[in-house]
């Protein structure tokens, strides 16, 4: 065999591989484009809910970047939230919204430290099928991993707040105790908005003034929470 013979062989056994990669990387490239496209509908629905078009074509993406990369947790969890979102407008059919559990399930068996995969479980599983004790467990396991994002705050106050008549006292307890330390975190803001938005204002105020008095943070979440309330007796 000649030298220039034997030299195009290496370079076409070296491409081979190479060219694999950049097929792969194609890939990649091209679901981030979708995932993307999907993820700013679904943060534009925050402000304005989708109309049949905006939805199907969010879905549409969605479901190309996860066919692409299968193996892509976020992917997976956009994917259920998208169809969350159709199910609630009505574009989704309840049957089709069975399969959000498998998606919720996947994404975090190839991340099981997903706090936010953990939190959008939970809130699936409560505010959709009502399967509290199985939303209550995804919860925990949220705030395990990680108690201080605003993702899981948001997550588990809204559905605490929400089936609040549901939970057992010792439940309740722990959502009280969760709340005192949002309250004087970082993120008091969004869990005053949530205690004022569903209306609970008094019970949390008997609870923060026997608990949290002593707090230097004590005042101001007051003003904020509890002027309407009258003292604990």
Same mark, same amino acid.
């Given at each position: 065999?000649?030298?220039?013979?034997?030299?195009?062989?290496?370079?076409?056994?070296?491409?081979?591989?190479?060219?694999?990669?950049?097929?792969?990387?194609?890939?990649?490239?091209?679901?981030?484009?979708?995932?993307?496209?999907?993820?700013?509908?679904? =943060?534009?629905?925050?402000?304005?809910?989708?109309?049949?078009?905006?939805?199907?074509?969010?879905?549409?993406?969605?479901?190309?970047?996860?066919? @692409?990369?299968?193996?892509?947790?976020?992917?997976?969890?956009?994917?259920?939230?998208?169809?969350?979102?159709?199910?609630?407008?009505?574009?989704?059919?309840?049957?089709?919204?069975?399969?959000?559990?498998? @998606?919720?399930?996947?994404?975090?068996?190839?991340?099981?430290?997903?706090?936010?995969?953990?939190?959008?479980?939970?809130?699936?599983?409560?505010?959709?099928?009502?399967?509290?004790? =199985?939303?209550?467990?995804?919860?925990?396991?949220?705030?395990?991993?990680?108690?201080?994002?605003?993702?899981?705050?948001? /997550?588990?106050?809204?559905?605490?707040?929400?089936?609040?008549?549901?939970?057992?006292?010792?439940? /309740?307890?722990?959502?009280?105790?969760?709340?005192?330390?949002?309250?004087?975190?970082?993120?008091?803001?969004?869990?005053?908005?949530?205690?004022?938005?569903? /209306?609970?204002?008094?019970?949390?105020?008997?609870?923060?003034?026997?608990?949290?008095?002593?707090?230097?943070?004590?005042?101001?979440?007051?003003?904020?929470?509890?002027?309407?309330?009258?003292?604990?007796?």
């Amino acid at each position: 065999m000649s030298p220039i013979l034997r030299r195009r062989m290496w370079l076409t056994v070296l491409a081979l591989p190479l060219a694999g990669l950049m097929f792969l990387a194609g890939q990649a490239g091209i679901a981030s484009l979708y995932y993307f496209q999907a993820a700013f509908a679904l =943060d534009h629905w925050q402000q304005q809910s989708p109309v049949a078009d905006d939805y199907q074509q969010a879905a549409t993406a969605i479901s190309q970047a996860a066919a @692409l990369q299968p193996g892509n947790p976020h992917y997976l969890l956009m994917q259920a939230k998208i169809n969350e979102w159709g199910w609630h407008r009505g574009y989704l059919n309840t049957e089709a919204l069975a399969g959000n559990e498998a @998606l919720y399930q996947q994404a975090i068996a190839l991340r099981p430290d997903w706090p936010v995969a953990y939190a959008d479980y939970g809130y699936f599983l409560g505010h959709t099928q009502f399967r509290l004790t =199985d939303a209550w467990t995804q919860m925990t396991l949220a705030r395990q991993h990680g108690a201080y994002l605003p993702q899981v705050q948001q /997550k588990f106050l809204s559905l605490s707040f929400q089936y609040w008549p549901y939970w057992s006292a010792g439940q /309740k307890a722990e959502i009280f105790k969760y709340l005192q330390q949002t309250l004087f975190g970082h993120l008091s803001g969004q869990a005053v908005a949530l205690v004022r938005q569903f /209306k609970l204002q008094r019970q949390s105020c008997l609870y923060l003034r026997r608990r949290a008095a002593t707090e230097p943070q004590w005042p101001q979440v007051e003003r904020q929470l509890c002027t309407e309330t009258s003292p604990a007796p």
